[in-house]
T-cell receptor, first 116, second 114 residues
Framework: ETGVTQSPTHLIKTRGQQVTLRCSSQSGHNTVSWYQQALGQGPQFIFQYYREEENGRGNFPPRFSGLQFPNYSSELNVNALELDDSALYLCASSSGTSGVRQETQYFGPGTRLLVL | AQSVAQPEDQVNVAEGNPLTVKCTYS??????LFWYVQYPNRGLQFLLKYITGDNLVKGSYGFEAEFNKSQTSFHLKKPSALVSDSALYFC????????????FGTGTRLQVTL
């Protein structure tokens, strides 16, 4: 196990609602990245946080937002949920300073979100 | 832009035989390449990575991968497959200037049978 934890494990929401997913990074890691994995697909990068600041964003709309806290834990918020938001949401933590591109990202078990 | 291709949706291997899972990539700069494995209802587990140096990288559980710059490939290999290796394998790439954004392939399902 990596030491990266995510909550909740499963979640069911209806279209238009808002959801918050949580991630606790591995001890000593200051960077958190979020990925969306749709069924049968590889994970897609949503965004990354380094020392509480957004440090890169993928091709996701602004209704996907995040936070990183002083203890380096993180939240992913999704507003106005759509059916296509149904997916496994993965959090990954890594160490090192911004600009160090080769640090290994260690993934949590994910939160499976179903939007009805 | 960066991209990863895993040309095989599934690879079938008999236990004890060698296995290869293929991956090719495209990036603008020097690539950093990773392999992850995903078991059912689990997150991704890191297997190995190539950053620089020796083209043959050794990782967890007896897996290794060979970086080939001319063919832009990073194939995952294991000399002797186990039934417990059956899982979904993802190749990923990043490079300088991408905020450690990993771009993943679509995954290859490895099925090892007795």
């Amino acid at each position: 196990e990596t030491g990266v934890t995510q909550s909740p494990t499963h979640l069911i929401k209806t279209r238009g609602q808002q959801v918050t997913l949580r991630c606790s990074s591995q001890s000593g890691h200051n960077t958190v990245s979020w990925y969306q994995q749709a069924l049968g697909q590889g994970p897609q990068f949503i965004f990354q946080y380094y020392r509480e600041e957004e440090n890169g964003r993928g091709n996701f709309p602004p209704r996907f937002s995040g936070l990183q806290f002083p203890n380096y834990s993180s939240e992913l918020n999704v507003n106005a949920l759509e059916l296509d938001d149904s997916a496994l949401y993965l959090c990954a933590s890594s160490s090192g300073t911004s600009g160090v591109r080769q640090e290994t990202q260690y993934f949590g078990p994910g939160t499976r979100l179903l939007v009805l | 832009a960066q991209s990863v291709a895993q040309p095989e949706d599934q690879v079938n291997v008999a236990e004890g035989n060698p296995l290869t899972v293929k991956c090719t990539y495209s990036v603008s700069g020097n690539p950093y390449l990773f392999w992850y494995v995903q078991y059912p209802n689990r997150g991704l587990q890191f297997l190995l990575k190539y950053i620089t140096g020796d083209n043959l990288v050794k990782g967890s559980y007896g897996f290794e991968a060979e970086f080939n710059k001319s063919q832009t490939s990073f194939h995952l290999k294991k000399p002797s497959a186990l039934v417990s290796d059956s899982a979904l394998y993802f190749c990923a790439v990043t490079y300088t200037g991408t905020a450690s954004k990993l771009t993943f392939g679509t995954g290859t399902r490895l099925q090892v049978t007795l």
